[in-house]
């Protein structure tokens, strides 16, 4: 017997989460969180609106002062967001803001896979164990939690959409429809979903004929809830796409070929990564488990129970193919089109990968649920743990730095955010000049400009995914001269930039350049002169400049934290 065969096994469930969810807490502001794509990003973006009260900020005038000398508040998410409601109930706190999404948004996910299989799939009474222990494994998943929904919430979304077809509690079927987008993101998700559920009624319309043109109407009319509601809550998107655009974005410039070294085998191995490990914005761990769980349950049926099975777990493991092919090239395609379909530079084609997760956990229910609910099929699904938490950073660097062998390279929140190393920076500044952060503007080397930006600071460096064309024509200047040293970085600029960073040849792509050891740059090429012509005053370094008189920088000071990652050059450009 297990802890899931009891009378309430979703209570068993809720404790596994509270459980996996512990490491991430236990440290309090030492804890690891997922630092690419997220503190560096998204995270800085969500708390920068909530604590500015920008979030439904609309119009010219509308900037994000912190970042790029202001910039426009229709590059960031939308602030129709259940996502950055949690932001403003927690303005100071970032930290606390990000752990309380993180447990809220795996709890739907966990109650909305259970929702699903308990309608379909496990719905027998005696599998209400096992679709507990599912929605679990579920909950747990590798995914962005900063996204929301957009991945963990997807069983929610097919419960509604086979309750519509079933024509059985449409008004929760319509609600989720309807509630999705608040909890999601259209960019990342929204069209693709779309075409999905789309090809489904197409589907079930060529197998069943007239007799699903009633469930055909249902699907439709919630998809079309599902859009209505991305459309209201991603209004700000579809305004600059459809009536006014409000810049030319520097996504204009995206070179595809670039960037994507184009071909088909190049294609086809991508598709082959993504079907085995997925993408690690979407639930990246490796699948060869759920295939080890399938073949035991094949071995364990008899010969006729064996081919529905089959035929079940080849249309999953088909789909799963699609979906991976589509991810993998449509991008190459993209590359050979985006002369003649602009839209190409600010779309990406490849996002298929998000919905990747979820037929892999059901080709796993579909075995499971042929035998018995036991000790055999418990052990089937737990088998897919270690899979999953290996490849989930911020379970294993938290268990790490709990068993006292912390990972050198994943810093902890308190430690990449460094406050009171960053707040040494600030304080000088202010008592050398009088002058308080607004009043200036700073950039940084060897260290992610989130960093500056959580502690107070406006950067005219950034990670934005977008903003204004002109203003990477002016920054480039800056870096023009380091660009030149490295025709990889030039690429990684010029053809992408979603990375507005100060460069180095020296360093490289390393945006992340901690105290030991201490790293120096013998030659930096800096325009002092177009720096101060965009506003900018100091530069916050990572790593010790060698050689300031090829840079235009004069020192101030270096500071040192024991509790930062990081430690800090202070260098003012030179009139």
């Known amino acids: 017997m297990t802890p899931f065969t009891t009378t309430n096994p979703i209570r068993w ?70 996502t950055i409601f949690i932001f403003h109930l927690l303005p100071d706190s970032p930290l606390a803001a990000y752990l309380l999404h993180e447990a809220l948004v795996r709890l739907a996910g966990l109650l909305g896979m259970y929702w699903l299989l308990r309608g379909y799939g496990l719905a027998r009474p005696a599998q209400r164990g096992l679709a507990a222990a599912v929605a679990l494994l579920w909950a747990a998943l590798p995914a962005y939690s900063i996204f929301g929904l957009s991945v963990l919430g997807q069983p929610a979304l097919l419960r509604a959409a086979l309750d519509l077809r079933a ?31 789309g090809l489904g009624l197409l589907l079930d319309l060529a197998r069943r004929g007239r007799a699903a043109g009633p469930a055909a109407g249902r699907g439709a009319a919630g998809l079309t809830l599902l859009l209505l509601s991305y459309v ?19 996504r204009e410039e995206f070179d595809l070929v670039r960037l994507a070294r184009p071909g088909l085998g190049r294609g086809l191995r991508e598709a082959g990564q993504l079907f085995w490990l997925g993408h690690y914005h979407a639930s990246p761990f490796f699948k060869g488990g759920i295939l080890v769980a399938v073949a035991v349950v094949l071995a364990r ?34 590359a050979a089109l985006q002369g003649r379909l602009p839209l190409l530079h600010a779309f990406s084609l490849g996002r298929f990968y998000f919905l990747l997760a979820l037929p892999w956990v059901l080709v796993l ?56 190393l960053l707040g040494q920076a600030r304080a ?9 952060p607004p009043a200036y503007r700073v950039a940084c080397l060897g260290l992610p400009p989130a960093v500056a930006q959580l502690n107070g600071f406006y950067t005219l460096d950034s990670y934005q995914t977008l903003y204004p064309l002109t203003y990477k024509h002016a920054f480039r200047p800056l870096i023009a001269g380091e660009l030149a040293k490295s025709p990889e970085l030039a690429a990684y ?38 720096f101060r012509r965009l506003g900018g005053r100091y530069v916050l370094s990572a790593v010790r400049l060698a050689r300031l008189e090829e840079s235009g920088l004069r020192p101030l000071g270096v500071f040192d934290d024991s509790a930062a990652y990081w430690q800090l050059y202070l260098y003012e450009a030179s009139r």
């Not at 000088?428 to 308080?436: D, E, L, V």
């Open 167 to 197: 024509e059985r509690g449409r008004g929760a079927a319509l609600l989720v429809c309807a509630a999705l987008p608040w909890w999601s993101s259209f960019v990342l998700v929204g069209p693709f979903i779309a075409a999905a559920w």
């Open 13 to 82: 469930a809720l404790l596994g989460l509270l459980l996996f969810l512990l490491p991430l807490v236990a440290l309090g502001p030492r804890t690891f969180i997922l630092l690419h794509d997220n503190l560096e990003a998204e995270v800085v973006w969500a708390h920068l609106l909530a604590k500015m009260h920008l979030a439904l900020a609309h119009g010219p005038s509308a900037v994000v002062p912190p970042i790029m000398n202001g910039l426009p508040r229709e590059a960031l998410r939308s602030g129709l967001s259940f």
């Open 428 to 436: 000088f500044i202010q008592a050398r000049t009088g002058q308080a």
């Open 232 to 250: 209201v809550v991603e209004w700000q998107l579809f305004y600059g796409l459809l009536v006014a655009k409000s810049f030319v974005a520097h």
């Open 493 to 530: 600029f010029d053809a992408w930039g979603n990375r507005c960073y100060l460069f180095s040849a020296e360093l490289g792509r390393d945006f992340l350049v901690g105290k030991r050891p201490v790293r120096t740059v013998q030659h930096w090429v800096f325009d002092a002169a177009a």
């Open 365 to 420: 229910v579909a075995a499971v649920r042929q035998l018995p609910a036991g000790r055999l099929t418990y052990a089937l699904v737990a088998l897919q743990l270690p899979f999953i938490l290996a490849a989930n950073p911020e379970f294993t660097n938290n268990l790490r730095a709990l068993a006292g062998r912390p990972k050198a390279d994943a810093p902890g929140y308190a430690a990449y955010v460094a406050p009171q």
């Open 301 to 334: 049926l008899a010969g006729p129970a064996r081919r529905p099975l089959l035929v079940r777990v080849g249309a999953g493991l088909a789909a799963i193919a699609g979906l991976s092919l589509l991810a993998g090239l449509l991008p190459q395609v993209s």
